[in-house]
């Protein structure tokens, strides 16, 4: 890059260059980035840096959105890497126009590519039942695990949901000839969730015989259904923990998290025949293209089986 004398007090750095360290030292002390995160910025803005110098720009003034957009549409990679160095680019050009070293923010229009969906990844039937069934014993902590795994799977409730259920969604009169469970999910909304028989039955038996004693272990009242080993409310932590200890029962090894019974929930009652317009509603989702991600799942496993069992789909 260029060494001339463009800076006051003899500084042989660029106005751009010492920009770029002012940047670098507002994400540090102002920011407070991660020490990764900071070298991937430096990294991706020198070499933009070096491609401006090679235009002859040194200063944050000369660059246009022509330099800008014809730099993005040159770089290479996985997706993924070009967009982080498209952000590393807008953010650096939003600093400069926020610390009014720009008038105006050149890189506004400029967007990254578009990231592949990453599709949610389901377990089959068999995999869930395996799970379920991998939690036994009359201990208040298995009796717990239990209601917890069958509840999740049952409603499609994210954890954050059924950490925050009440003993009233549950027990509420109105709510079990249905039956059905009230969930309040993001925003405060409340939505009522049907629940079947397995977890209906999962939920009254702990509440009945485990509940009580987990609250007593403590001695300090509490309406939250889901309770820890020492009386206080479950931790979403220590919820993770009884998933990974059933999965490694179960004999099930790839990644899993409370999500994923989540996403099994809706994949498996799409198979089923569910229309999407009601499992968004179970979902809680407040627009239905955040659910049709599910249907791609279902149409590809429909690909698959179709392909494995047709004698001509080859």
């Given at each position: 890059?260029?060494?001339?004398?463009?800076?006051?007090?003899?500084?042989?750095?660029?106005?751009?260059?010492?920009?770029?360290?002012?940047?670098?030292?507002?994400?540090t002390?102002?920011r407070?980035?991660?020490?990764n995160?900071?070298?991937?910025?430096?990294?991706?803005l020198l070499?933009?840096?070096?491609?401006?110098?090679?235009?002859?720009?040194?200063?944050?003034?000369?660059?246009t959105?022509?330099?800008?957009?014809?730099?993005?549409?040159?770089?290479?990679?996985a997706a993924t890497t070009?967009?982080?160095?498209?952000?590393?680019?807008?953010?650096?050009h939003?600093y400069?126009?926020?610390?009014?070293?720009?008038?105006?923010?050149?890189?506004?229009?400029?967007?990254?590519p578009?990231?592949?969906?990453?599709?949610?990844q389901?377990?089959?039937?068999?995999?869930?039942?395996?799970?379920?069934?991998?939690?036994?014993?009359?201990?208040?902590?298995?009796?717990?695990?239990?209601?917890?795994?069958e509840?999740?799977?049952?409603?499609?409730?994210?954890?954050?949901?059924?950490l925050?259920?009440?003993?009233?969604?549950?027990?509420?009169?109105?709510?079990?000839?249905?039956p059905?469970?009230?969930?309040?999910?993001?925003?405060?909304?409340q939505?009522i969730?049907?629940?079947?028989?397995f977890?209906?039955?999962?939920l009254?038996t702990?509440?009945?015989?485990?509940?009580p004693?987990?609250?007593?272990?403590?001695?300090?009242?509490?309406?939250?259904?889901?309770?820890?080993n020492?009386?206080?409310?479950?931790?979403?932590?220590?919820?993770?923990?009884?998933l990974?200890?059933?999965?490694?029962?179960?004999?099930l090894?790839r990644?899993?998290?409370?999500?994923?019974?989540?996403?099994?929930?809706?994949?498996?009652?799409?198979?089923?025949?569910?229309?999407?317009?009601v499992?968004?509603?179970?979902?809680?989702?407040?627009?239905?293209?955040?659910t049709?991600i599910?249907?791609?799942v279902?149409?590809?496993?429909?690909r698959e089986?179709y392909?494995?069992?047709?004698?001509?789909?080859?």
């Open positions: 890059m260029s060494t001339g004398n463009n800076g006051a007090g003899g500084d042989p750095r660029s106005e751009l260059e010492r920009s770029l360290e002012h940047y670098v030292r507002y994400l002390l102002e407070g980035r991660s020490v995160t900071i070298s991937a910025y430096s990294r991706d070499a933009y840096l070096t491609y401006l110098d090679s235009l002859g720009i040194s200063t944050p003034g000369a660059i959105s022509t330099h800008v957009g014809t730099y993005v549409e040159g770089l290479e990679g070009v967009a982080r160095k498209v952000s590393s680019i807008k953010n650096f939003r400069l126009q926020d610390e009014k070293v720009i008038a105006e923010d050149v890189s506004f229009g400029v967007t990254p578009a990231l592949p969906a990453r599709l949610p389901a377990l089959t039937i068999s995999e869930v039942q395996a799970l379920l069934d991998s939690v036994v014993g009359d201990e208040p902590p298995a009796l717990r695990d239990r209601a917890l795994l509840f999740l799977y049952a409603t499609g409730a994210r954890i954050s949901e059924a925050a259920l009440s003993v009233d969604d549950v027990l509420d009169d109105s709510l079990r000839a249905a059905s469970i009230r969930v309040t999910g993001k925003g405060n909304k939505r969730v049907p629940v079947g028989s977890a209906r039955d999962a009254d702990y509440l009945t015989r485990a509940r004693a987990l609250l007593s272990s403590r001695g300090r009242a509490t309406a939250m259904v889901f309770l820890g020492r009386g206080g409310a479950l931790s979403r932590q220590n919820a993770w923990l009884i990974q200890s059933a999965a490694e029962r179960a004999g090894t990644s899993l998290s409370p999500h994923t019974l989540r996403h099994s929930f809706a994949t498996h009652i799409l198979a089923g025949g569910a229309d999407i317009r499992v968004q509603e179970l979902l809680g989702h407040s627009s239905v293209s955040t049709q599910y249907t791609k279902t149409i590809d496993t429909l089986v392909q494995s069992a047709h004698p001509r789909a080859r």
